[in-house]
């Protein structure tokens, strides 16, 4: 969501025009607010497929695909939905933020408008992109969907790093795409706390356990329990915060050191600001292991498979960043150049 708010930023800042924008929900997720307000057109949210997760930390692989299909004609009615909404908004070019229904709708619709794809994950059949030695048949199923997701696609693969494109495989590779927002901030190379940020609110066990050990050392903490208030102060020194993307940005520009699950958008925000990272993938989540190899690869931080803070002293006390930074500022210029290409 947070890609698709910078891409809206970047096309209308060039004279183009957002018609209209359709969202896939996992069922135990709800559209944030702050997505809703900076996307002043007709949205529209329908099921996609989702993963589920044990004691909401780790995958269930046979419970996903349980999940899956027991709600295709769930999703079967969201496709249709789409397939609609693109009918009456007949726009120029599709914008798809791997999104599966977009990838359907590009594969089974001959007389649509192009669909430029993108997404991190697009590097995965890229030689420059790592690999993971263990969770083989996972790696297999994620490039399969991949595949899925970019079908008769331009692919636009948002990497850290600068590689050639594969024109052979249709790869585009770009810098990631960042709000705004993110570029006006200005970073406290002198921050004083932790900052933690993870999806699953399982993981918050860790944070408080490690914390008891360690009182005098300030945490704030981003997570997504159910019916927690948007701020909840565990101690003087330990305080919860329910998902808000300004509130999260301007923490990460204050802080010294951020503690996340290896989502990708994070890792790009983070090493924007300066801050070094510990990264802990969401467990049996191959993407997000293969994201916290990159990024490392990347010199963003080091990863650990567990929640373990003690690993910020790993980490030095900020990074060198100039060349990261001058790789992101590229963004608007690369998909603007796809965008033209695509409707040429």
């Known amino acids: ?6 891409a809206r930023e970047i096309v209308e800042a060039a004279g183009h025009e957002i018609v209209g924008v359709f969202v896939g929900m996992g069922s135990q997720r709800k559209l944030p607010e702050y997505f809703a307000a900076q996307m002043p057109v ?21 419970g996903t695909i349980a999940g899956v ?8 009615r969201s496709y249709r939905a789409f397939r609609e909404m693109m009918r009456e908004l007949r726009p120029d070019v599709i914008l798809n933020f791997y999104e599966p229904l977009a990838g359907v709708y590009a594969l089974l619709t001959k007389d649509r408008p192009p669909v430029i794809a993108i997404g991190h994950q697009f590097l995965l059949e890229h030689p420059a992109f790592p690999r993971a030695k263990e969770m083989r048949l996972q790696q297999w199923g994620l490039k399969w969907y991949t595949r899925l997701v970019g079908a008769r696609s331009t692919k636009l ?33 002198r921050g004083k706390f932790l900052l933690v940020y993870m999806v699953n609110h399982g993981y918050s066990e860790y944070v408080i356990r490690w914390h008891e050990q360690h009182p005098r050392t300030v945490i704030h903490c981003f997570y997504d329990k159910p019916g927690a208030p948007p701020e909840l102060a565990h101690d003087a020194t330990l305080t919860f915060h329910q998902l808000d993307g300004e509130k999260y ?15 990708f958008e994070s890792v790009c925000e983070a090493g924007y600001l300066g801050k070094p990272l510990v990264l802990v993938p969401v467990e049996n989540h191959i993407e997000q292991r293969l994201n916290a190899i990159d990024a490392v690869k990347a010199g963003l931080g080091v990863w650990d498979e567990r929640f373990d803070l003690d690993r910020v002293g790993d980490l030095p006390d900020r990074l060198d960043n100039a060349r990261y930074r001058a790789w992101l500022e590229r963004s608007g210029p690369v998909l603007l150049q ?3 290409a695509a409707t040429a």
Not at 69 to 76: H, K, Q
Not at 249 to 263: I, S
């Open 1 to 6: 969501m947070t890609q698709a708010i910078a």
């Open 42 to 62: 007709p949205l529209r949210t329908g099921p996609t497929l989702e993963f589920r997760f044990e004691q909401s930390r780790a995958v269930k692989l046979g």
């Open 69 to 76: 299909l027991r709600r295709l004609p769930e999703y079967v």
């Open 157 to 189: 693969a948002l990497s850290h790093y600068e590689a050639p494109n594969d024109s052979e495989r249709g790869i585009i590779v770009a810098p990631p795409l960042l709000r705004r927002r993110l570029f006006e901030l200005p970073s406290d190379p």
């Open 249 to 263: 940005l301007r923490l990460m520009a204050e802080c010294q050191y951020v503690v996340c699950t290896a989502g």
């Open 338 to 340: 796809t965008l033209s």
